[in-house]
Every structure is written in C-alpha cells, then in structure tokens.
C-alpha cells in the first residue's frame, strides 16, 4: 500500500504463466513499464489514458473497450467472491491469506457447477 500499484508491475508478472499477455488497468502503464514487458518479450494489454484537457480518441477509446470486455469474465470472479460470499481477507501470516483464497476459489467453482447443471438440465 505504500507504492503506486503501477510500480510493482515487475513483482507481479511471472514468467512460470504460460501467456505473453500482460492485462492491466491504466494506472501500470509507464514507459518504464512498456520497456520491461518489451525486454522479456511480453505483450502490453494495458489500458491507454485519456489525454490531459481532450477527449479521448476514437481508436483508443475502442481499443480499451475490447480489453475491457476480456478483462471483465476475470474481475467479476473476483466481485462474485467479494460481494456473493463477502470475502475480506485480514490474516496473520501468508499461508492463512492462501487458506482463505483456496476456498473462496472452491467455493465460487461449485456455485458455476451448480448454475452450468441447471442451465443444462433445464435446456
């Protein structure tokens, strides 16, 4: 919480991921940001900034919707665990921060089974 998150782009990005694709908001892109991705071959999906006093141009605006609607099917996993099981993680220690993770992602895989089985079963 002490450093702007665009910053920390290099800590998040790991190379044991099986994409070259780097998505993230406007607040991680920086020249320093594109150069690092460029050197270890990574592709920026980062959002572009509106510009200072005008209006945001048409291509931009359009590209960031297309990576809005990818980024979109990730983030709401996140909001269905916030908001649906109230998931707030304040632990002591990384293991029971994981823990905690660990179960939330079950838990929200069983409620997509169940919604998939009965989208199914009801045609």
Not at 52 to 75: D, F, L, T, Y
Not at 86 to 91: M, V
Request: aromatic residues 8%; proline residues 3%; charged residues 25%.
């Amino acid at each position: 919480a002490s450093h702007a998150d665009g910053r920390m782009l290099p800590r998040l990005v790991t190379t044991d991921n099986t994409s070259s694709e780097v998505w993230a908001d406007s607040a991680y892109r920086s020249q320093k940001n594109e150069k690092w991705l460029a050197s270890r071959m990574l592709v920026s999906r980062i959002h572009r900034r509106k510009p200072a006093g005008k209006p945001m141009p048409q291509n931009i605006a359009r590209a960031n919707a297309a990576k809005s609607s990818i980024r979109a099917h990730v983030e709401h996993v996140f909001a269905h665990q916030k908001n649906r099981f109230g998931l707030f993680i304040r632990t002591i220690g990384i293991a029971r921060a994981e823990a905690k993770l660990i179960l939330a992602n079950i838990a929200y895989n069983f409620d997509r089974l169940i919604f998939h089985e009965r989208a199914r079963t009801l045609g």
